[in-house]
């Protein structure tokens, strides 16, 4: 199986020209990388340009965020539905960026079933922003997921890609180990399955903390992901590449 990478530029960078050049070392990239399928997460403004000038099939193009509903009065939001219009296939949902502008757990279940709805893949983003010796993260983490899972039909569970994203490791010198990412990721499984039945065993589960070149392949085998959300190094053409051939050697 093919490792997954979701490349999420955030709000960079600031100008059509440069998302161009950063797009073009991007494809390059993801061509020599041959086990990883490699999902761009641009600003919205940049995605159907982007998407129209790829003639590919090596990479796919996610939302970073977007609206439950398909229209309406809500200045400066856009749709799922003009996501997928302008070439999107993915959606980032409840990321910890986002969640700390203000995005609850109603707005998270409410992506989730309006990504299904359209046939979109919705990538759910849950973790902690701290780690405390009684282990309260495990509650944090099963609530989220009880939202994000809450209006999913059980024949479409296996569709929702999940990333774990432990706050606690981004921008620290401190990070995650696989070993305790395994612990996490069999905890995500055997919560969806508890809550949506065996068809949580076919979660693709992500990690989506501080990750380079250096401890992706570890990450990979020993961590129990089939993949990561890469948001700094997506920027980046030098290291995207360094963790892509990280993760084709691991492969």
Request: contains cysteine.
């Amino acid at each position: 199986m093919k490792s997954i990478v979701v490349g999420n530029w955030k709000m960079n960078p600031a100008t059509m020209r440069e998302a161009k050049t950063l797009f073009e070392a991007t494809r390059k990239a993801a061509e020599r990388a041959k086990n990883v399928n490699l999902i761009v997460a641009p600003p919205a403004i940049f995605l159907r340009e982007l998407k129209q000038r790829y003639k590919g099939s090596r990479i796919s193009f996610a939302l970073q965020n977007a609206h439950f509903e398909m229209g309406g009065a809500y200045t400066g939001e856009i749709s799922l539905a003009q996501g997928d219009d302008s070439g999107a296939s993915h959606v980032i949902i409840g990321h910890a960026e986002r969640r700390g502008m203000g995005e609850t757990d109603n707005d998270i279940r409410k992506k989730v079933a309006a990504a299904l709805a359209l046939k979109m893949t919705p990538i759910l983003c849950v973790g902690e922003k701290e780690r405390t010796q009684n282990a309260e993260h495990f509650k944090l983490v099963r609530e989220q997921l009880q939202a994000g899972f809450a209006d999913v039909p059980v024949s479409q569970v296996g569709r929702v890609i999940v990333t774990y994203e432990p706050l606690w490791t981004i921008g620290k010198e401190k990070t995650m180990s696989p070993r305790d990412m395994h612990e996490m990721a069999i905890f995500i499984r055997k919560t969806v399955v508890d809550l949506r039945g065996e068809g949580g065993m076919k979660v693709k589960i992500l990690y989506g903390g501080s990750v380079d070149g250096t401890n992706a392949g570890a990450m990979l085998t020993q961590g129990d992901v089939c993949g990561f959300l890469v948001g700094r190094a997506s920027s980046n053409a030098l290291q995207l590449s360094a963790l892509l051939q990280a993760i084709e050697n691991a492969s």
